[in-house]
Nanobody, 125 residues
Framework: QLQLVESGGGLVQPGGSLRLSCAASGFTLDYYAIGWFRQAPGKEREGVSCISSSDGSAYYADSVKGRFTISRDNAKNTVYLQMNSLKPEDTAVYYC??????????????????WGQGTQVTVSS
C-alpha cells in the first residue's frame, strides 16, 4: 500500500520550534516532489513548502519564509519541515503530498484530491 505518514506535530508556545516528518511506505520518494500543506480551522488548505525531487530546490509561502525549512533524506525515504519562530497563525493540521510531475511552485499551488491523516500543530501560550 502506498502511503505518506505525517508526524511530529504538537503543542508549542509562540516562538518555539517543531520538526515535522513525512515518511513514505510502499514506494520511494526519490522521484517525487514533496509538498507540505496546512489547513487551519475555517480556512482553505494552503501550500506551505514544496521541495523538488532533482536538485532540492524549494518553494516557500510568503507567510513562512525565513522561518520554515524543508529538506529531504532519500535514504530514509522521509521529508522534513523544520518550523522555527512559530506563531499562533501557524496553528493548523499539516499534510504532505507526493507529486512526480509538477514543479515546486505548481505543486504548492495545486489542489489535490487525496490527503493523509495529517499532524496537528498548535501554537499557543
Amino acid at each position: 500500500q502506498l502511503q505518506l505518514v505525517e508526524s511530529g506535530g504538537g503543542l508549542v508556545q509562540p516562538g518555539g520550534s517543531l520538526r515535522l516528518s513525512c515518511a513514505a511506505s510502499g514506494f520511494t520518494l526519490d522521484y517525487y516532489a514533496i509538498g507540505w500543506f496546512r489547513q487551519a480551522p475555517g480556512k482553505e488548505r494552503e501550500g506551505v513548502s514544496c521541495i523538488s525531487s532533482s536538485d532540492g530546490s524549494a518553494y516557500y509561502a510568503d507567510s513562512v519564509k525565513g522561518r520554515f525549512t524543508i529538506s529531504r533524506d532519500n535514504a530514509k525515504n522521509t521529508v522534513y519541515l523544520q518550523m522555527n519562530s512559530l506563531k499562533p497563525e501557524d496553528t493548523a493540521v499539516y499534510y504532505c503530498v507526493a507529486d512526480p510531475l509538477r514543479t515546486v511552485q505548481a505543486m504548492c499551488a495545486h489542489t489535490y484530491d487525496y490527503w493523509g491523516q495529517g499532524t496537528q500543530v498548535t501554537v499557543s501560550s
